[in-house]
């Protein structure tokens, strides 16, 4: 019997798997070929004897070096293809942030963009207004994005049934009905 799992249709679980289709297929195709290209030039270049003498070096030691640089290497361009498509998400400079991740030695740019980069933005279903994600109201017409508290107006997952905050029974809100027929 083949156990299926179905994803969860719940708007507050975040799904991993979604970050992981954020990486581009060239970016997968281009780190295979990086990470087989290191183990082509490291065996077929330094992995041999020399000419006229003896080997020198473990040769463990020197595949462990060849797999650790492949990886290396490999990971960051995934690291690069990741960032190509989420600096789009999150409506910010492409040329800019994908010249500052491949000219800044050492991972320091991709290190950067993660520091500076910008929230991603929706928008509010009522006036279009582009909202950060983690409002719990629009800032334009009042419409309520996620779910608060009734008492403590603070942030509460659809599936609570007190808050988290305060202890106040969330059943007793008048929480709009988009947001109420999750938690029923």
Known sequence: MVWKTERSQRPDVEQSDDELKMIPLWSVILS???????????????????????????PIMHAIGSYSWGAALASYVLLIGYISRDVKRRNMRPALWMLIVLVMPGGIGAIVYFLLRQPILSRCPSCRTEVASDFHFCPQCQFQMKP??????????????YCTNCGHDLAEDAM???????SD
């Open 176 to 182: 709009p009905a988009r947001l109420r027929s999750y």
């Open 148 to 161: 608060v508290c009734g008492q403590c107006f603070r942030g509460v997952h659809i599936t609570d049934v």
């Open 32 to 58: 295979v070929m990086v990470f087989a290209g290191i183990q082509m030039l490291s065996y077929g270049y330094f992995g041999g004897p020399p000419p006229g003498g003896p080997r020198h070096g473990n």
